[in-house]
């Protein structure tokens, strides 16, 4: 049973967008957590928290997590979680591509009405709604394949025109990030100063001098293997 | 420093200002620290000399107070090569603090402006006349961080927490049992030097004086302000917020606290949970700090 009422909440925020709505909304269950882009993550928090405390201290906890790029703020009652408001502000946490900030005001520009029957939402235009869906699967699928599900909600959609605008919209805010070597690079190094060369004669010797050890030691047991056989 | 109590009851009563900061000192070397103060200024320090002369026969005391200002009136003051910026309204606060309590000049008609009729210029209050000169101040009296570390970093959250407590990460808006708070309360009466006590509410020395008419709030704030007690408290403040009517006292900003295992520790918020408790009130809303969170 939904103890906070989800259109009242995104009334009082105001200057939001509705992002990957579940198609329950405004409807949840226990331990849901709901999407937001905010323009401002500040005002976004001071508001949540006066509708807390208007319409929620009595019942349960407000928890307020930062993080870097997110904020989260769960409703608690008796220490579980009721819903968690996801707000998100930029989308520098791709770490597998960069989104042109021009997408995060594309979004806000081209926001849509969403009338329901207790108030209206606001929601992004049906290709940015795609788009960011597409980023949530191009990010998370290889740790979390649950994530197909975006693909699987952007493949059906039949609508040509709209997704030649996903299309386009994803070719012209998408940069991807090269992929680079991050583990050790093993190539020889000419050394810059006898203190280098000096270190490379001790490393190099240290490694000749143990693997002649293990080598040794192999043989060994391998003859005492034989001997005893 | 004879006139300090009214100089802080000016200040208090100042509507554009908030004292976030009071702290004494003795200063070791007076000429010394006058100098380094006045090296902040526009006016270098050898046409100060004679003017500051004055303060290093002075005991060497100080007390610096460290307000916000909500009303600044930053204007170019003094021509020519010494120009500078200086506060309007600040300057008048420190005339109207110099008419009253700078010692009084012999000559009953003396007078240098802007001060009135037979004042002395021995000021017993000097005051920055812009921002970066506090960032200096603190630097001085040892605070590294400067005006940062005045600062804090409230515009963040959605609500106010005294400068001195880092950003949490996490925090969670709830309602505890007063029982279950432990305000850190300093304690001196050991050879060992000071140390902070965990006491319940009801053993504080503000909830007893409150409770039983006793003085140990009033010693408690004799012995430790200004001191280890830098923030702005004040018996009759306090004696004011326990007079509020009780739904004002219901209606309290949320107190700030810790969660330490088997009780939560007062942060911020000693005073509105003794006041509270002093009205038989069971829960307070509060606000828990965390700051190495797992989630």
Redesign the interface.
Known sequence: MPQIDLVKLLCEIEDYVLIKRSTIFPDYSSGFDVDLLVMDK?TA??KV?DF??SNF?SKG???????EYHCHIDF?INDKLDIRVDLIHNFDFFTKFSVKNGFFIKIFKDRQILDLENGSVHIPAPEDELTIRYFEYLEYFDRYPNKIKHLDYICDVNDKSLKKQFFENTHMFINFKRQEWKRGVNISQKPESMRMALNNIYVNSKYIISASVRKLASRTIKLYRHLRG | MTHKDEILDILRNEESLKIIRIESRTVKNMKKFVFDLYGCDTVPIEHLHAKLKYLFLVKPEIMAVFVKNYNPQEMPAVQGAFRKVQCQYINQIKIKIRNLYNPRHPDKDFQIKPLDKGISHEHVIHASDYEEQVDYFLKILGHKNGIQYLHGDS?????EKPYYLK?P???????IMIEELRASILDDSDSTGVVHQMKKISETPHYRSLNQGTNDYRNYLERFKYTLLTLDYSLENFNRLNELDIDQIKEFDRIIVKNEADYYRILDGVHRAAVSLNHNIKYI?CVEFCYR?L?
Request: proline content about 3%; hydrophobic content about 25%; glycine content about 0%.
């Open positions: 500040n928090v001071q928290v807390y405390e201290s906890e407000l928890r307020v997590i930062n993080k608690l | 515009e963040n959250l959605p609500f950003t990460e996490t925090y969670t808006y709830k309602t809303r969170c989630r």
